[in-house]
């Protein structure tokens, strides 16, 4: 018999720039059998964002947090991260973008994998390139099996308090976007551990929306993706899947 979580030891983890009606569609496809808490981290968003969070915290036992300049990704995740071991203890951790929505089966699926031997980190599959409209993942069937493969995708993950302990958390130096991803999943396998995506895990993703709806948050991602790309570069050696170094910096 599957164990059901206590409360507090699982944390799902949101952090936003605007696009609130994506946020707000992200918030309702959140389904598992297992109690959660959720922390929202508001990165400067200028909508109505902040109003929303805090109604959301006045009815449900939710953490919103305000900053009024963008954390960047890997501080973001990092944060909500401490916040959630800090004051929940928790385990496992369920980091979604905000522009997509979930399989209701989705959560407890990655739950389930993160039982496997070794694997610390995993994610759900996008269905994007498969259905016309959003809103059919929400009833699609999933493959009667589930087929892991060592691709995780960092729209829709879950990790492991043990991924943390192991790993670490992620470099805040890749700011504000672009190549943590693949950072953390290159150091888990460095590690001798496993970061998977599995094919039952369904989530619709509308595809970057924070940046295709703000000219200057794209602007500022753009000259970000290029200064990562070369700090990514001296930190190991090589361009993803063309490391050469083993530890970081060669050291």
């Not at 492991?160 to 700011?175: H, L, N, P, S, V």
């Not at 050696?237 to 910096?249: I, L, Q, R, V």
């Amino acid at each position: 018999m599957e164990r059901i979580l206590k409360s507090g030891e699982l944390a799902i983890i949101l952090p936003v720039i605007n696009c609130l009606d994506y946020t707000r569609g992200m918030i309702e496809s959140i389904k598992t059998k297992h109690p959660y808490k959720l922390i929202l981290i508001n990165n400067g968003s200028d909508d109505y964002t902040y109003e929303y969070f805090e109604e959301l915290a006045q009815v449900k036992d939710i953490i919103a947090i305000h900053f009024r300049e963008n954390l960047g990704c890997s501080a973001s995740w990092n944060y909500g991260i401490r916040k959630a071991i800090k004051k929940y203890d928790s385990k496992y951790f369920f980091i979604p973008n905000n522009d997509i929505l979930l399989h209701p089966n989705t959560i407890d699926i990655l739950i389930k994998t993160l039982g496997s031997p070794r694997s610390i980190l995993t994610s759900a599959t996008d269905v994007s390139g498969k259905v016309t409209h959003a809103q059919r993942v929400l009833k699609m069937k999933p493959p009667a099996k589930s087929r892991l493969t060592e691709a995780p995708e960092f729209s829709c993950f879950m990790m492991t308090k043990e991924a943390i302990d192991k790993i670490g958390y992620f470099d805040e130096r890749f700011y504000p976007a672009y190549f943590e991803d693949n950072d953390y999943h290159y150091r888990i396998k460095q590690a001798g551990y496993k970061a998977t995506k599995n094919s039952r895990a369904l989530y619709f993703h509308y595809g970057s929306r924070t940046i295709k709806d703000n000219a200057l948050i794209k602007t500022k991602a753009n000259i970000g993706y290029a200064a990562n790309a070369e700090y990514y570069d001296q930190k190991w050696g090589g361009a993803p899947s063309k490391e050469k170094y083993h530890t970081p910096f060669n050291k």
